[in-house]
């Protein structure tokens, strides 16, 4: 059978950094390369004495169908929490549980994105966003991103240059690679310059709720009074990744398509996952549980900046962070920076390079990104000291 | 804001069922229309009892993102479980751990089908399929379905007709929604039409273990030398269906496709759930536990078409099934089905109109589809009487 795949997914590649957990799973080589939450960071004893007690009381309701939009408790439970504590969404919104945040990017991109229209990224950006909107022949368009987020003049140059833009996607707050957060200034901006030229906005914000320093600032989706943003937060970061459990607060139109797109793409999300992530978001406490995960990034995140700054000065240059779980790496130009990561893996400490993260992988590219939140302590200073003695020479 | 949806989603409708599903919320009203597992059928002691053991034994794993393949030692079991019980897969093929069944659908569909291409389906089929189908702007041509199975001249007449057909689409056992089950004879022609044809077969088969009477047949997928089946198995109906664990068995280059689609889909299937799966379906007697389920439903679908006989005849006649969930009724031509189906809610009985499930729902149907599963014996006694009634007058 000689098969005949979609045009769609013809030059559809795995993702880089999946296919370098392969390297990753040799016990030998130091990962720097996943985004894992660290093992500390599960409520893994709340968790179990949630799920006992909802098998013992009420099995049939956490092992039947349910319902596509999610389990209206937790529904209800998000809107009042991103309402006070995050400004963000408005009688006109409504939220859908997702499996994992991926799939907000899937169902938006299904609903809202024909073949061939464009949807403006921060170059670099999240990969497996990237790799979501490529699986639906979107088009995509980079905007550089700058310290203080995305290059806004160069946005609205694009917008300008590309009529059928559809979506703006953006991480705000310690992006995925980057850990950039984007000003409030910028923000504001992208908002205006998004209702301006009629294109919506994927707010993606699962590292929100991870800041070690300086002030929160609001999300876009708190502006939004025109119905133009699609919210996708998700409890992977703040509860546990394993158990696929996201929400997408969307102007109620949006979320008609994506509830049907949903109902076609996996029925429902997990409702017993559902409902542990509902018992556990609102019978414990929450905030307290948040401040626990803060302790522990903070310290990582700090130690972690502390290698780089005592063993990859001065070759390795990297941008301070506030909050995530990623470091951005820039190598020297006279290093050619693919051929670092390859020389990394075989000296046994695995990152990921940079135009992994680029709308086009093929741009060049002197950067990695590495993740402080999944290796141990002295994971992070063996692999940190390969790679300083590696640019440095 | 005026929304632009994709051309994809523009005449996506909510699954009927899932609307019927409103009106079945309403405690007076006896539902016939939904497709749930009984509540006797889950094992939810065991579950609780396993889920208990993997959370104090080793919590990260079941918690902490997994890979998009699925758990390993799952796809072993599955494996071995489909060639030891059921002849189907080879070397050549691999097993993907879904979410859900319905994601083998998506994913098929996004990995295969360009928008216009064609997808042939039993007329009457499941809409949930249809419907994902639907959302990739795939073409759907409907085949006739025959008390043994789609009628096979009429698909070859379909094949030659459409040059662009990529998928055939068929239930071969206790099908959703006619209870239908395709011969021997049919399933071979079925295979060998795909393979002449140069087109790709999903075999869907989620009711395959519950067979009441009857000798079982092979699955289409134990004939696959060529590599064109995707077989598409669940622990929906035979654990749990809240859980969300489904598996496709496919060619490797199509499953590395799928593979691919489903990174950008949710990355991966909530990993607690099929850690428990893979658990009860080996380390507990899975057999044993199929035999008690089909004790169950052998009694409640014999239930069932008794009272069909006693309350419903001569206006009613239904297909004689010998497993699965679901009865296929007829009705009199000159009673207006979708008009039948309206006065029986507002008589506070629920049933499924037929032309949801066509690939084209405003086709001309006198059926309406009954499920026996979910309701009680009180329930199931109360809603076909009404049924009755309202038939013969």
Known sequence: MEYKFSDRVQNLKPSAIREIFKYAADPTVVSLSAGNPSPDAFPAKEIAEISQKLLSEDPISVLQYSVTEGYAPLR??????????HGSGTDDDDILITTGAQQIMDLSTKALVNEGEVIICEAPSFIGSLNTFRSYNAKLVGVTVEPDGMN?????????ENPNTK???????FQNPSGVTMSLEKRKRVYELAKKYGVMIIEDNPYGDLRYS??????????????????AGSFSKVISPGMRVAYAIAPKPVFQKLVVCKQGNDVHTNIWSQRVCDEFFTKYDFNAHLEKLRKIYTAKAQFCMDLLDKYCAPAITYNKIDGG?????????????????????????CVVPGNAFLTDENDVCHSFRINFSTPTDEQLEKGIKILGKLANG
């Not at 209800?76 to 309402?83: D, L």
């Not at 806004?152 to 300008?160: G, M, N």
């Open 214 to 231: 300086g002030e929160s600032l609001p999300n876009i989706k708190s502006f939004d009074e025109d119905g133009i943003v699609i919210y």
């Open 325 to 349: 779980l990623f470091i951005w790496c820039d190598l020297p130009e006279e290093i050619d920076m693919p051929q670092f990561c390859k020389t990394a893996v075989l000296n046994k400490v």
């Open 152 to 160: 806004t003049d160069e946005l609205e140059q694009k917008l300008i």
């Open 167 to 173: 979506l703006i996607y953006t991480i705000p707050n």
């Open 76 to 85: 209800e439970h998000i809107k009042e929490y991103m309402r006070e504590y």
